[in-house]
């Protein structure tokens, strides 16, 4: 089974609206992380936001949010206010066993958003 | 404070060749691991590396091997390359320990192999 399931393979959005990149995620373990990385066409993955499997809040960063729903094991990623500049690759990642030290990152295969003017 | 440092940034080479990857973390930053981007297995773990130590390793064949040095830089190298080692292959750094911040892995811009 996938551990990271992505559905939309591609999403437009208009400018500074807002849009929501979904994310399930399939795991027995009870301590683990949720990620999300941006990778524009240049290549670098960049790191957008954190959840933990214990967190009570969801997470925040900026024009970012991420709609944590551990029942229905969903993570989805909210984009307020979208830019030109927001126009990349997204990528939904977990890490399990927050406890030990395996930091092995399961990715996603991806949604590409493209924001129009 | 400086990125994670990949070079190069794009490699040509042969079938049998073989290539060594470079990887200098975030400063103060002393796990790496690797990762290799292909359009058709997605994102995959290679290893991982703390205190000059492979941690744990991703499904891939005895060709592929790193290093960490004492300074926390690493390298991988992939032998007698195959056409299908054309990837980028991404290198990430973060924190040891326990909290939210030593959770996050933080990227380098890749290196891009074409296996010719």
């Known amino acids: 089974a996938q551990k990271i399931t992505q559905t939309q393979p591609g999403m437009f959005v208009q400018e500074k609206e807002a849009v929501t990149l979904d994310c399930t995620y399939d795991?027995?373990?009870?301590?683990?992380?949720l990620f999300w990385y941006k990778q524009p066409s240049s290549g670098e993955m960049i790191f957008l936001i954190y959840q933990g499997s214990y967190d009570q809040q969801n997470a925040t960063e900026g024009r970012y949010s991420l709609n944590f729903q551990k029942a229905r094991k969903s993570a989805n990623l909210v984009i307020s206010a979208s830019q030109l500049g927001d126009s990349a690759m997204y990528f939904c990642a977990m890490r399990e066993a927050l406890d030990t030290g395996r930091r092995a990152l399961t990715f996603g295969s991806g949604t590409r958003l493209q924001v129009q003017p | 404070k400086a990125g994670v440092t990949q070079t190069p940034r794009y490699l040509i080479k042969t079938r049998g060749q073989q290539v060594t990857l470079s990887c200098s973390p975030i400063?103060?930053?002393?796990?790496v691991s690797w990762y290799q981007q292909t359009p058709g297995q997605g994102l995959q773990f290679l290893f991982e590396?703390?205190?000059?130590?492979?941690?744990n390793k991703g499904n891939f064949p005895g060709r592929f091997s790193g290093r960490q040095f004492s300074n926390s830089r690493s390298e991988m190298n992939v032998s007698t390359l195959e056409l299908g080692d054309s990837a980028l292959y991404l290198c990430?750094?973060?924190?040891?320990?326990?909290?939210?911040?030593?959770?996050?892995?933080?990227f380098g811009a890749g290196t891009r192999l074409s296996v010719l």
């Open positions: 990430a750094s973060s924190l040891v320990g326990s909290g939210t911040a030593k959770n996050i892995q933080y």
């Open positions: 590396y703390f205190s000059e130590t492979q941690r």
């Open positions: 400063s103060g930053h002393r796990s």
């Open positions: 795991t027995s373990d009870p301590s683990y992380g």
